[in-house]
């Protein structure tokens, strides 16, 4: 089946997640970083691959679209 892009909440997303953020690039999650900069309102999702090295903070409250199975 192929997979389709759907707003989740930040608070779900798991590493292993594709998500895409709002500038549209998208990211492979290898790491989700709670409580970023000490912040518990806020957590990163860290894309650490072959291919390159980002980290993406957010709200935890703040929805997000993700590739999930259709």
Known sequence: MPATWTS???SEI???????????????????????????????FIEDTSRRWYKAPMPVDATIEALVPA
Do not use: D
Request: net charge positive.
């Open 14 to 44: 798991q590493p292993g997640a594709i998500v895409r953020l709002r500038n549209g690039m998208e990211l492979q999650v290898s790491r989700v970083e709670q409580a970023f900069l000490g912040r518990p309102n806020m957590v990163a």
């Open 8 to 10: 989740v909440p930040v």
